[in-house]
């Protein structure tokens, strides 16, 4: 059993951001950790975003090449961006908001941490799991290995969650779909919403390269074909990548309902970090922040006489709340009386463009997002259409953005 008294010996599943950081924490408290997976690191169909929240974890353990210093606002292979574009509407973004990374590089950076601080890497795919009573045993292709606690950090099709748990229901998934377009890249992000089915459209700049997508529910009848033909239109239209080299990508994302946050974290020789917790953000998908932050606390409480009790307490009080008030809101967001609106006030109010800047930073919590929209009297209405939330259909108020008063 993991605790203060005994070296701690760990199995974490999946070098990803939750994986490597969950090893770097546990290696460097003397802990001896072995991280398994056969393709980390490696391009990932996602954004891409790195806010400013995400880098204050990790960035003090990543060095600058060349050097024995360590800056906290360097991370490998990222763009600055900044500034956000909504339809029409544009909201500059300091420098500290976000970062889009090379998932490639930036996982690397985490994994090379890991290693560096002590943790054992074995490239082999994982083919099973068997938690005992005494112990677990993850079988590879390379061979079998024991240990006294696991970590299920293998993303939205985690094998270890199948074996542990449950794997996700196609109503807890979405579909993230487009291109990359290689060759072309900017300091800025684009995002379209789209009503059917609900979502967004996106492009994200990396260093060599733009990463333009769509996402939405799996279970809301389009195909991945579906979107990726949507995402290829808007590239059109918008011309972002003319010119540029297409290069198409699929991948899950979970994407919970607020009750689904009920199911199990942990047990008694297990923990499921990140993407295989589904813990990522049903309205933006982001995922890499949650992934970072569960990695601390499963890092943490591994360390104790109690990690699934640590585990289970510190993640609903930190981060499940968060996520649940996102899925509350989830319905409203997309509709497109509120999008409408939404883009309005963000073209004529700064207060408003201040509120979503720190949101795309992560700095302005869903919790406290309706209050703060309320206080600039600016969105007063177009809140009080999204918690009607009528996925009843209430016809659409009449609603006027007014200017802020100077």
């Known amino acids: 059993m993991a605790g203060t008294g005994s070296l701690v010996d760990v199995a974490v599943v999946g070098g990803g951001p939750a994986g490597a950081w969950t090893a770097y924490r546990l290696a460097r408290a003397g802990a001896r950790v072995t991280i398994f997976d056969p393709s980390h690191p490696r391009e990932k169909a996602c954004g891409g975003g790195v806010t400013g929240r995400a880098l204050a974890l990790v960035s003090n353990a990543l060095e600058v090449p060349g050097t024995c210093q360590v800056r906290t606002r360097y991370v490998p292979g990222t763009v600055v961006v900044r500034a956000a574009r909504f339809g029409s509407a544009t909201v500059p973004l300091d420098a500290d908001a976000l970062r889009v990374a090379s998932r490639r590089a930036f996982d690397a950076a985490l994994l090379d941490a890991a290693r560096d601080a002590g943790a054992d890497f074995v490239a082999a795919r994982v083919v099973d799991i068997d938690v005992a009573r005494d112990a677990v045993t993850v079988r590879t292709t390379a061979g079998a290995r024991r240990a006294a606690f696991l970590v299920g950090a293998d993303g939205a099709n985690s094998l270890v969650r199948r074996r542990v748990a449950r794997p996700f229901r196609r109503d807890e998934l979405s579909i993230a779909t487009g291109f990359y377009a290689r060759g072309v890249t900017s300091d800025e992000i684009a995002i379209d919403f789209v009503a059917d089915p609900p979502g967004y459209i996106w492009s994200f700049p990396r260093p060599d390269h733009l990463a333009i997508g769509i996402c939405a529910q799996a279970d809301s009848g389009a195909t991945a ?71 601390e606390h499963a890092a943490a409480a591994l360390l104790t006489p109690a990690p699934r009790a640590t585990y289970d307490a510190r ?50 919590s869903y919790r406290t997002l309706k209050w703060r929209l309320l206080k600039t009297f600016e969105l007063r209405l177009v809140w009080d259409a999204v918690m009607a939330r009528s996925s009843r259909r209430a016809p659409a108020p009449a609603v006027r953005v007014e200017r802020p008063s100077r």
Not at 334 to 359: C, K, N, Y
Request: charged fraction near 25%; avoid cysteine.
């Open 315 to 364: 993640v609903r009080r930190d981060i499940i709340p968060e996520l649940v008030h996102a899925a509350r809101l989830k319905a409203g967001f997309f509709r497109p009386p509120f999008v409408r609106l939404l883009i309005a006030a963000l073209e004529r109010s700064d207060p408003i463009r201040r509120v979503m800047a720190d949101l795309i930073a992560g700095r302005q």
């Open 225 to 295: 074909g579906d979107l990726r033909a949507r995402a290829a239109a808007w590239i059109r239209a918008t011309g972002l990548a003319r010119g540029a080299h297409l290069e198409a990508y699929s991948w899950p994302i979970p994407s919970l309902s607020a009750a689904d946050f009920a199911a199990p974290l942990a047990g008694d020789r297990w923990l499921l970090a990140g993407d295989a917790a589904g813990l990522v953000d049903p309205i933006t998908r982001e995922g890499i922040f949650f992934a970072l932050q569960s990695a």
